[in-house]
């Protein structure tokens, strides 16, 4: 009796996590006045990426997970926008609580061809993420541009296409 209340506990201790941890979309724009701050992380490539050294050109922030359905289902819109960018917008993908293993298989499942870096909870508290998909697209200067927490599979990520169409001189196909 006791170890089936604990397992009836602990599935709704982690439904109520998941829920929590990935909201229903909520998006804002920025005036382009708040400087993003910086980071470097372990890319899962073995390199490491330094957030300042990318500046010149848009970069769009996906804070995510692999644990978190929401986040998967982004990543589809996500890859489709970052392929339509090509060379004029960096795209990274921020894996917070991940292993290698899962971000790899993750990869490979969504043909990801951007970065995956390995997050922390010192870089998700320094970019306010809450929960997870959270969007950050940064302006040239490395100014937050947009903002967008959670996902709406019916919307997809059109403010996010909007968004960079705008940073990228009106331009929304790969160069």
Not at 13 to 36: E, I, N, Q, Y
Not at 57 to 86: E, Q, Y
């Amino acid at each position: 009796m006791l170890n089936r209340f604990a397992r009836r506990t602990a599935v709704l201790f982690a439904v109520l996590v998941l829920l929590l941890a990935c909201p229903s979309k909520t998006a804002r724009t920025s005036s382009g006045s708040d400087l993003a701050p910086d980071f470097t992380l372990n890319a899962l490539d073995g390199g490491k990426v330094t957030l300042s050294a990318l500046r010149g050109k848009p970069v769009v922030i996906d804070f995510w997970g692999t644990w978190c359905p929401p986040c998967i289902k982004a990543l589809n819109d996500m890859v489709r926008i970052s392929d339509k960018f090509g060379k004029r917008v960096t795209f990274l993908g921020v894996a917070l609580n991940d292993r290698k293993d899962e971000m790899e298989r993750v990869r490979q499942e969504k043909l990801i061809s951007y970065q995956l870096l390995f997050g922390t909870d010192k870089v998700a508290k320094a970019w306010g993420v809450e929960a997870v998909p959270t969007v950050v697209v940064l302006d040239r200067n490395g100014k937050v541009a947009w903002r967008e927490s959670g996902f709406d599979p019916d919307s997809g990520l059109r403010a996010l296409e909007r968004t960079l169409v705008k940073l990228t001189g009106g331009k929304d196909g790969p160069r």
